[in-house]
């Protein structure tokens, strides 16, 4: 297969990668999906990333949740998200053959819950939306919830159950997809792109996270996410991903079956990644109030990413504008996880025939208009100053 996007070079010596087909900036999960799926395809792809897996992926927690992600407002993101999660199983078992990485693919499902009675009112107006999407959320009473996890604190008022809401272990995956890429012909450079003038490729993908502002312009925002693994002495005491209100504070809880729970998370407008000690108190605190025994639990680390933000929290797809041969595929916010299949396949689809899909209409570059870009700055991979004015804080878990 051969790309048909301007500029790309058809063909080719594959071994020579002097110029390649594709160079993709950044090896995040989205960077590397998408250098894993044109290498599949028989196209000569480079990797630029001076430290593969170390932006917001090394916090994130891995929640594949477009029922408990979909917010007020977001509907096309909603219907994005619906796709790349319905993809993931696939998409998970792929990857495990081609890499031999089992990425830690659940489905037991999210159990969605509400301590107090105002927790439990501002949480059934978010499922009464959702349903209302014909999303599938099933309201369940405390005794039930508390028959499918015996775990769950005994002082919960109510909650609902999202049996299409997984999860992934996301720094096995981009461990997965740094092997599936390399064994599929990818190379990866160890560098930093400071200008993507020094990217020499048929087309170049900008999938730098929240670097990716400083080498386009385009929009893209730190929000810091603090968050915390413990572990449990053996397999934790509950199976699905718990997730909720908790006196008014939004906490996760994500279960995996070696022991690990990740609890998250804080959603900041700020650059840094200092870990505090108030956001440590207030994560447990909301958490042993949902699942009391995980205050026995080890407290193994307290970590802070960078989500690559975006004005509307919805990814940015495509080419930028006026610049065919450079595609952006970033700004994944809160969702980069989940969308990872979605968007590896419609950039790598789009590098192969040169035809959008229709997927992609509602997430290109421009929708954010020629007032939402800024020239490029140099690039700084910890997402240093060149990147624009944040939106207001927004309710999130992930
Ligand atoms: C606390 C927290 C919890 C989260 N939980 C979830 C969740 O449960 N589910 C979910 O779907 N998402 C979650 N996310 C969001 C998810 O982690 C991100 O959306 C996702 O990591 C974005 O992937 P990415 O590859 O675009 O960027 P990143 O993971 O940030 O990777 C970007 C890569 O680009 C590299 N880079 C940057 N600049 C340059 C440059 N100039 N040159 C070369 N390389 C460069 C970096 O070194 C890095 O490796 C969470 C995030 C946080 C912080």
Redesign the pocket.
């Known amino acids: 297969m051969v790309s048909k996007l301007p500029g790309t070079p058809r063909g080719g010596n594959r071994n020579s990668l002097s110029t390649p087909d594709v160079a993709v900036?950044?090896?995040?999960?989205?960077?590397?999906a998408i250098a894993w799926r044109c290498a599949a395809r028989g196209l000569r792809v480079v990797v630029?990333?001076?430290?593969?897996?170390?932006?917001?992926?090394?916090?994130?927690?891995?929640?594949?949740?477009p029922v408990a992600e979909a917010y007020f407002g977001e509907h096309e993101l909603t219907g994005l998200l619906t796709e790349s999660a319905a993809r993931w199983p696939a998409f998970a078992a792929e990857l495990a053959a081609a890499s031999g990485t089992d990425v830690g693919y659940r489905s037991e499902g999210t159990l969605m819950v509400g301590l107090t009675t105002d927790d439990l009112a501002v949480a059934r107006r978010l499922w009464a939306y959702q349903q209302g999407l014909g999303l599938p959320v099933t309201p369940l009473r405390p005794s039930e919830l508390r028959d499918r996890e015996p775990a769950l604190s005994p002082r919960m008022r109510g909650g609902a159950y999202a049996g299409t809401d997984h999860?992934v272990d996301?720094r096995r995956l981009v461990s997965a997809l740094r092997t599936a890429t390399e064994r599929a012909g990818g190379v990866l450079v160890p560098?930093?792109?400071?200008q993507l003038t020094e990217v020499t490729a048929g087309t170049t993908v900008v999938?730098?996270?929240?670097?990716?502002a400083?080498?386009t312009g385009l929009p893209v925002r730190p929000?810091?996410?603090?968050?915390l693994r413990l572990r449990a002495p053996g397999a934790p005491g509950f199976q699905h991903v718990i997730r909720g209100f908790a006196d008014g504070e939004q906490v996760?809880l994500?279960p995996r079956p070696d022991g690990e729970v990740v609890v998250?998370?804080?959603s900041e407008e700020r650059t840094d990644t200092m870990v505090t000690s108030g956001a440590v108190l207030r994560l447990l605190r909301a958490a042993t109030d949902l699942v009391p025994e995980v205050a026995e639990y080890e407290l193994v680390e307290a970590v802070?990413?960078?989500?690559?933000g975006s004005p509307d929290n919805a990814p940015i797809l495509g080419p930028l504008p006026g610049r065919p041969a450079v595609l952006a595929?970033?700004g994944?916010?809160?969702?980069?996880?989940?969308?990872?299949p979605v968007t590896a396949d419609l950039i790598a689809d789009l590098i192969s025939t040169g035809t959008p899909d229709p997927l992609l209409a509602a997430f290109t570059p421009e929708r954010l208009g020629p007032g939402r870009s800024r020239p490029p700055a140099t690039?700084?991979?910890a997402?240093g100053s060149a990147v624009p004015r944040p939106t207001p804080l927004e309710e999130s878990w992930?």
């Open positions: 900036v950044g090896a995040g999960p989205i960077g590397l630029h990333d001076p430290d593969p897996g170390s932006g917001a992926v090394h916090a994130a927690a891995g929640m594949l949740a999860q996301p560098t930093p792109v400071q999938a730098a996270g929240c670097g990716s400083a080498l929000v810091k996410g603090q968050v996760y994500v998250g998370a804080t802070a990413g960078l989500r690559p595929a970033t994944h916010h809160r969702h980069g996880v989940v969308l990872t690039a700084d991979p997402c992930n």
